[in-house]
């Protein structure tokens, strides 16, 4: 099956840098790569996706690339601000498989003002 | 509108007790899913459907059970909680080709 290994599983950035976390996953056949926000108390929500077709997408201050030969896509964030402090998951689905995503471990982004 | 809705949002219960966690989906989708989360940590994936008679066990092993007769309400059952079951329970939905949505959660507290 697939595996999700998603890094740093804590990330500290000051107010208006940059935020970069990373994730492999094994399936080859993997076709679908979204990324949820999960603010403290709340649920997980979709923030960004993209799909094996394409290299690179972007939406304002977030982007996510995608490296289908070496099994990694990256979620970038510009420009903190504290409302981006939460969990991050990262997911890949394979195509062959339904619906069924398989989630990385997370990364609590904690941004300092 | 369209959501997906868990009821209790909040739950504490005393050990041996029977619980069903509810969550129904107005969005007419075919696949549901049920996880497990501790507070900001992993999600693990404990039971899932692909439609009405169809229920599957996730990645990790639950001692709960799950139904699925009607496509809207995917309901969960400990038949009898223990401590260990302490945590929080995500209902989510989805329709290929696209992303799951995922229910408020149920936090439960089994003491």
């Known amino acids: 099956g697939e595996n999700v290994e998603q890094h740093p599983s804590t990330l500290s950035v000051q107010e208006g840098d940059s935020a970069v976390i990373k994730c492999t996953y094994s399936d080859s056949a993997s076709n679908y790569f979204p990324w949820y926000k999960q603010e403290l108390g709340k649920r997980p929500q979709l923030i960004i996706d993209?799909?094996?077709?394409?290299g690179e997408k972007k939406d304002q201050r977030i982007a996510v690339t995608l490296n289908k030969t070496a099994k990694h896509f990256s979620l970038h964030i510009t420009e903190t601000q504290p409302e981006d402090s939460a969990v991050y998951f990262c997911?890949?689905?394979?195509?062959?498989?339904?619906?069924?995503?398989?989630f990385g471990g997370g990364t609590r982004l904690m941004v300092k003002p | 509108e369209a959501d997906i809705y868990q009821t209790p949002r909040y739950l504490v219960i005393g050990t041996g007790k029977k619980i069903t966690l509810e969550c129904s989906q107005t969005?007419?989708?075919?696949?549901m899913y049920w996880y497990q989360q501790d507070p900001g940590m992993e999600l693990h994936l404990i039971h899932y459907?692909?439609?009405?008679?169809?229920?599957e066990k996730g990645d990790l092993s639950s001692e709960s059970t799950v139904s699925r007769i009607r496509t809207e309400h995917f309901p969960l059952t400990l038949e009898s909680a223990r401590p260990s079951h302490t945590s929080q329970y995500l209902c989510?939905?989805?329709?290929?080709?696209?992303?799951?949505?995922f229910g408020p959660g149920t936090r439960l507290t089994v003491t």
């Open positions: 969005m007419g989708h075919d696949k």
């Open positions: 993209i799909r094996s077709n394409v």
């Open positions: 459907s692909y439609g009405v008679n169809s229920t």
């Open positions: 989510a939905s989805s329709e290929y080709p696209y992303e799951q949505y």
């Open positions: 997911a890949a689905r394979q195509n062959n498989a339904g619906n069924m995503l398989t």
